[in-house]
């Protein structure tokens, strides 16, 4: 045994070859020789060499952000739809192609051992999505940024199909482990909860909780581009304050002995998929004081180490809350400040205030929070009293401006209707600045949610369009498009993806439109066989690929998608010898547990899928896939092999979108309506590039408050109204009149999302995409048009954004 010479220095981890640092990983901390290591020993490895590479970097941000004081931007989220990691890390470290080599060498595909790797599904959807790309463009600018969250143990549920219908199993991605993440123990808060409050001889008020949770950290490093800033996301997890009683395990009451921690661990369990259940509701509720409360404790000890006094708070911090999941930001920072460090009430509101900022992310009524106060006074006692006293300091703030103003609606608690908290109110009246996601969004928001408060601050409300991070979304998910872009303009688009404008000039030079061609011909053979692989169905790969991939909703109309398809397939029957264009339809996303429709929605999209591809008089003019189990991973296949992208949401209902900004940015077309980022994404690829349809938001508005007789509407549509015929008589479901009686009657009595006056329109759009796409030279010269002018959309812009105007904190330069 050889012995350790402790005063030898550190060697570090760029001494070793990749190689040489992956296969002591392998030997010495996965314990597997290489001759018995399977593909997920090799990406434990891999990822363990990566991360030490990744180390130094992190230590050195670290110690630069402390050295010059950089002001520190906190990014709240209940959700941060992560993906895998470790493409991401190699790719931002500059390693691929040391990697591939590496690997080629010992006989094996690096790509199988990415695969290997769990996908980290920590959300639902775009906001979750948005969260890690925001984390991958704070660190390439060179903010300092902490990303704030949950560990959940089980992230969103894995979707699979049982004779068409949805199916959710547990998902578990933590199950061998997570390589990524650095567990700090002695990083720990308690969260308190529950029972009274008194006031005390000095007139302070005691609040004595009845539970207690303690939240753990762990860390995971998030590098930039080039590996030179490296940021933390971190994650809280619960953990009981009392270990095991051990009393009770003494008298042989096992199952009450760990009762106590079953039910504080429960906290960070599962993600929330938004069900509606009254259990649900309270731990979600728990969920989110949980991780707020821990990362404002977290936030206020890093303060205190270098600082004392509390007024500088926001010139060295900002807090960014993603959504009003985190609204309980604004009481509990102002609780911290009073209870635990003894300031004033006024005093710390207003530094709560300055140091908070809120991103409002949907303008759907059932998804904008509110809490019975019932729930509120009994879970957190202390914090339903300082919002009632932040209501009353609002209160006289409007009175003082505007005399006679009714302030009743605009507060945070509503006193009436069983009475609620409404934590829309209290995240815009507790923050310095309210943005928006899109401009038509920001727009709507000062028009409707939050028309009243935007009058007396009318300095609050800002946009910021929503990004996304061009690393995942083109340099390694299409790498081979990356490579061709690169060839053509150089490198400087993965960094700064304005860059690629320089790809315009290029649409009009035919040579370089066949290899973009080429590219997008074999994407689309990579995606039938990984079609084939998932479903079993083979699909033709020279077919138009028409993709619609997200949340199953109403608002974003994968009914209309479904409809138009079915119309399809009448006129396709009804005249096979048209000069159709072959077309392959492709669905994929999860429906919420709970939401009846929308899973209806994706039987029906099933059954018409078996019926259509068992058509042989159809054969390859049409095919209906339905892929299971969206996820990040499943996105970064289907993508890159994508012809038209669609973004058909009712005008005025999806806040921004970014999967429209994925599929443009890899040279897909759009075929959307006038709503979210659409709009401007319209402006930048131009009018000839994307195909517009439908009512824009303003109708939309009008409509749904005259109310309007879609039956009769249905009635002025021929192709419409046969193809709800031939659903309601059964004709997708085995003579079945009952299964889609749910959607039929939607459609017919209240089609609230307004499918049916856009229906012709969309239909007529979708024909216009047919013809042109017959002329595919001139087809490939938008989508590389959609490529090239995409630069905007980088999350690089749009943090940009938020730094200069929300944060107010400079990117480190390096
Ligand atoms: C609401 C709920 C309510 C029930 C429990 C679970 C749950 C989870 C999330 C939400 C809020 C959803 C808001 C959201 O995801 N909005 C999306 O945000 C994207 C990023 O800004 C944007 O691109 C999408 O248009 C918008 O729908």
């Known amino acids: 045994m050889t012995t350790r010479d402790l005063d030898m220095p550190v060697t570090p981890a760029n001494a070793l070859t990749l190689g040489d640092a992956v296969l002591r990983h392998l030997v010495y901390s996965v314990g597997k020789d290489q001759s018995h290591a399977v593909e997920r020993d090799w990406c434990v490895a891999l990822s363990l060499a990566i991360r030490d590479l990744m180390v130094d970097g992190w230590m050195d941000t670290t110690r630069r952000i402390y050295k010059t004081k950089q002001k520190r931007v906190y990014y709240l989220s209940m959700e941060f739809m992560i993906g895998r990691l470790l493409e991401d890390a190699i790719a931002n ?7 591939k080599e590496f690997f080629g060498e010992l006989g094996l595909n690096l790509s199988d051992i990415l695969n290997s790797e769990p996908d980290p599904a920590l959300g639902n959807g775009g906001l979750g999505r ?36 949805q199916l959710e199993e547990p998902e578990d991605w933590l199950v061998f482990g997570n390589a990524w993440e650095f567990q700090r123990p002695e990083v720990e808060y308690s969260v308190e909860f529950g029972g009274s409050v008194q006031r005390d001889n000095t007139g302070k008020m005691i609040w004595t909780p009845s539970e207690r949770i303690l939240a753990g950290a762990f860390d995971t490093p998030i590098a930039g581009w080039g590996g030179k800033h490296v940021n933390t996301l971190r994650l809280w997890s619960a953990r009981s304050a009392e270990v095991l009683n051990l009393h009770q395990f003494n008298q042989g009451e096992f ?8 039910l504080a661990e429960s906290i960070t369990k599962v993600l929330y998929p938004g069900d509606h259940t009254a259990e649900g509701r309270e731990l979600r509720l728990k969920q989110e004081v949980f991780f707020t409360s821990a990362s404002l404790q ?22 960014q809350l993603n959504d009003t999941h985190p609204a309980i930001a604004v009481p ?29 992310h949907t303008l759907l009524p059932e998804a904008l929070e509110k809490w019975p106060l019932e729930l509120f006074e009994r ?37 009436h209707h069983g009475g609620w908290v409404r934590m829309g109110n209290l995240a815009f009246i507790g923050s310095s600045h309210v943005n928006g996601v899109s401009a038509l969004h920001t727009e709507l928001m000062k028009q409707t949610v939050f028309k009243d408060l935007h009058e007396i601050y009318p300095d609050r409300i800002l946009n910021q369009t929503n990004g996304i991070t061009p690393r995942r979304w083109l340099y390694e998910c299409n790498p081979l498009l990356a490579d061709l872009i690169t060839e053509t303009i150089g490198d400087a688009w993965v960094k700064d993806l304005e860059h690629i404008a320089a790809l315009a000039p290029h649409a009009d030079d035919k040579t370089f439109r066949k290899k973009f061609a080429a590219v997008k011909a074999e994407n689309k053979v990579h995606l039938a066989a990984f079609i084939k692989q998932q479903t079993g169905i083979v699909v033709n790969p020279t077919s138009l690929f028409d993709v619609q991939i997200k949340r199953i909703h109403e608002y974003k109309r994968q009914l209309l998608n479904a409809l138009e398809t079915m119309a399809l397939y009448n006129a396709i029957k009804e005249d096979p010898s048209a000069g159709w264009t072959p077309r392959v339809k492709i669905f994929a996303g999860k429906a919420a ?42 996105a970064e296949e289907l993508i890159p092999g994508a012809d038209l992208s669609e973004q058909i949401s009712t005008a005025g209902f999806e806040a921004s979108g970014t999967g429209n900004m994925k599929f443009a940015l890899n040279g897909a077309l759009t075929i959307g309506t006038l709503d979210g980022a659409n709009v401007e994404i319209k402006d930048h690829v131009g009018d000839d590039n994307i195909f517009i349809f439908g009512m824009e938001a303003d109708e939309v508005a009008r409509r749904q408050q005259e109310g309007c007789q879609p039956w009769m509407t249905v009635s002025e549509t021929p192709r419409l109204q046969e193809v709800v015929k031939q659903i309601s008589s059964g004709f997708y479901s085995h003579g079945d009149t009952e299964r889609f009686a749910g959607v039929v009657d939607n459609v017919l009595a209240h089609d609230y999302f307004q499918v049916t006056p856009d229906f012709d329109a969309y239909w007529e759009t979708q024909r216009k995409v047919d013809a042109e796409f017959k002329d595919v030279d001139n087809w490939h010269r938008k989508a590389i048009l959609n490529t090239a002018n995409m630069g905007w959309f980088s999350a690089d812009r749009t943090i940009r954004g938020y730094a200069k105007d929300i944060w107010k904190a400079l990117p480190d330069e390096g």
């Open 130 to 165: 948005l969260a890690a790309c925001f984390m991958d463009s704070m660190a390439t600018v060179g903010v300092a940024g902490i990303g704030y969250g949950i560990r959940y143990e089980h992230g969103i549920f894995r979707q699979s199909f049982q004779d068409g219908w």
């Open 593 to 634: 547990p709970s939401y009846t429709l929308a899973k209806l929605i994706i039987k029906l999209i099933n059954d018409v899928a078996a019926k259509v591809n068992a058509d042989e008089d159809v054969g390859d003019l049409l095919n209906v896939v339905f892929l299971p189990n969206y996820n990040v991973s499943a």
């Open 379 to 415: 879970c957190l006692p202390r914090h339903l009293q300082i919002i009632r006293e932040i209501d009353n300091l609002f209160a006289a703030e409007v009175a003082a401006k505007y005399e006679g103003k009714n302030v009743d609606p605009m507060k945070a608690i509503d006193p």
């Open 93 to 99: 470290m500059g390693l691929i192609k040391e990697a």
């Open 298 to 319: 977290d936030i206020l000890r890093r303060f205190r180490l270098d600082n004392t006094n509390w007024n500088e708070l926001p010139q060295y911090a900002a807090v």
């Open 255 to 262: 199952m009450a002995a760990a009762q106590q921690q079953v």
């Open 332 to 360: 509990e920072l102002v609780r911290l400040l009073v209870d635990k460090h003894g300031l004033e009430f006024v005093e710390s509101f207003e530094i709560a205030r300055a140091t908070l900022h809120y991103t409002n």
